[in-house]
């Protein structure tokens, strides 16, 4: 059984980041025009930077939690592929190599070259591009605006799909929203898990938080 997971910032949650439109979530402190769009990084990118930079040192803190370790178990024993719209770098410290379809944190491009490098530590107007030494560097994530990464690989993966599974997601970005329905088409079932129902069409829907249904989940599926 080939299984497709998509996960949002819900299974991160509990590891202590805040998701985007929850009541005080990201985009209601931080207009998503000013940080999360190419013409806001070109307007001031030093406030763009402060907020990936604020972002980076708290994926770094933060811990994988029981649902991340719980898709990694079913992904050693399961033909598992996670996709995620997260950031963070979570799903690969509990052991799974995610398909990062907004970026990553933890890596930089360079806007004078184009060459991309894993990056740790703050960013800022300053740092300097491993590769040609231009003080050029953006956060390789994704921006309102900009192409996600992987999608040919993501639309194969989903052709072949028996079972969809969303964690955690809102499902009001696209084109990660139109995922489930994109694999029911293709003849999966599909499974939504969340605190709140996305309202997307789901054959099942568990509602619940991340580190107590995604454990659950697992055990009843091994
Ligand atoms: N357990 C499970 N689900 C949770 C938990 C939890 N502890 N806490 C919140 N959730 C759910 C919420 O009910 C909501 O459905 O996680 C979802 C979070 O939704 P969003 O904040 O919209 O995050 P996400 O869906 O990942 O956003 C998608 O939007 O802004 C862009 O690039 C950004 O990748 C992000 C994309």
Redesign the pocket.
């Known amino acids: 059984m080939r299984i497709t997971i998509l996960t949002?910032?819900?299974?991160s949650?509990?590891s202590g980041l805040g998701?985007?439109?929850?009541a005080g979530?990201l985009?209601e402190r931080y207009p998503i025009e000013e940080v999360?769009t190419p013409e806001g990084f070109a307007a001031d990118p030093g406030k763009v930077h402060a907020f990936y930079d604020m972002r980076r040192r708290d994926a770094a803190r933060a811990e994988p939690n029981v649902a991340h370790r719980a898709l990694a178990e079913l992904a050693a024993a399961r033909d598992v592929v996670v996709v995620t719209?997260?950031v963070d770098d979570l799903h690969e410290r509990a052991g799974v190599q995610a398909l990062h379809m907004?970026g990553s944190l933890f890596e930089a491009a360079c806007t004078a070259c184009g060459a991309t490098a894993e990056w740790r530590g703050d960013m800022g107007l300053e740092a300097r591009c491993p590769s040609c030494g231009a003080a050029a560097l953006r956060p390789a994530v994704v921006w309102f605006g900009e192409v996600p990464r992987h999608l040919d690989a993501i639309a194969d993966r989903l052709a072949v799909t028996d079972l969809f599974v969303a964690i955690?997601?809102?499902?009001?970005?696209w084109p990660?929203a139109g995922f489930a329905q994109e694999a029911a088409a293709h003849g999966a079932e599909t499974l939504e898990i969340?605190?709140?129902p996305?309202g997307g069409t789901f054959d099942e829907v568990i509602v619940g938080?991340?580190s107590e249904a995604v454990p659950d989940w697992v055990r009843a599926l091994l």
């Open positions: 949002g910032a819900g299974i949650a509990e998701t985007f439109r929850d979530g985009w999360a719209q997260n907004h955690g997601t809102s499902g009001q970005v990660a969340s605190l709140e996305s938080k991340a």
